[in-house]
T-cell receptor, first 111, second 113 residues
Framework: DQQVKQNSPSLSVQEGRISILNCDYTNSMFDYFLWYKKYPAEGPTFLISISSIKDKNEDGRFTVFLNKSAKHLSLHIVPSQPGDSAVYFCAAGDSNYQLIWGAGTKLIIKP | NAGVTQTPKFQVLKTGQSMTLQCAQDMNHEYMSWYRQDPGMGLRLIHYSVGAGITDQGEVPNGYNVSRSTTEDFPLRLLSAAPSQTSVYFC????????????FGSGTRLTVV
């Protein structure tokens, strides 16, 4: 039973445009969500998080939106840059110890 | 600062062999975790620790042991390697817990033949 789903294995976006990565979850007890970025042969890098009591969090070019009623969150990257090409993972947690991860979405930024 | 350091980067084991994956962090983080990543899947938690002397099981602990004798080090031991343990292993640490955002090591790619 996949509690966190990223339904798009890959996404291709033109440089300078907006990238929107989506994530759905099934467990209403999750109380925080995080996005990580991963380059090949490296560990994931933490990007941005959001608490379940908020519906939006911004950090520079990155914005995460949370829709609790739909159990859906999205990561917006504006404007998209070549260095944003990577695999993006969403993760969710209901305690301070364990995260449940999605399978990832590979973002390709086209020049 | 070095962050989270994992060794080795690559390892090939024969079925039944044992080995220890090393993980060290220099950020004085209390929380440390071991994850494995398999193709087409998200990361899965193997074991975690909330401080020196305290460890607990995650989602997929079978076949692995951990110990946390110091704040800095969190080694992962494979007791008797099996082909199903072929994976990429990541160690991570955090100051305040999973919700704070982990710092990850660069990973160990393990192949069991």
């Amino acid at each position: 039973d996949q509690q966190v789903k990223q339904n798009s294995p890959s996404l291709s976006v033109q440089e300078g445009r907006i990238s929107i990565l989506n994530c759905d979850y099934t467990n209403s007890m999750f109380d925080y969500f995080l996005w990580y970025k991963k380059y090949p042969a490296e560990g994931p890098t933490f990007l941005i998080s959001i608490s379940s009591i908020k519906d939006k969090n911004e950090d520079g070019r990155f914005t995460v939106f949370l829709n609790k009623s739909a159990k859906h969150l999205s990561l917006h990257i504006v404007p998209s840059q070549p260095g944003d090409s990577a695999v993006y993972f969403c993760a969710a947690g209901d305690s301070n110890y364990q995260l449940i991860w999605g399978a990832g979405t590979k973002l390709i930024i086209k020049p | 600062n070095a962050g989270v350091t994992q060794t080795p980067k690559f390892q090939v084991l024969k079925t039944g062999q044992s080995m220890t994956l090393q993980c060290a962090q220099d950020m004085n983080h209390e929380y440390m975790s071991w994850y494995r990543q398999d193709p087409g899947m998200g990361l899965r938690l193997i074991h975690y620790s909330v401080g020196a002397g305290i460890t607990d099981q995650g989602e997929v602990p079978n076949g692995y042991n951990v110990s946390r004798s110091t704040t800095e080090d969190f080694p992962l031991r494979l007791l008797s390697a099996a082909p199903s343990q072929t994976s990429v292993y990541f160690c991570a640490s955090s100051l305040l817990g999973a919700g704070d955002g982990y710092t990850f090591g660069s990973g160990t790619r393990l192949t069991v033949v």
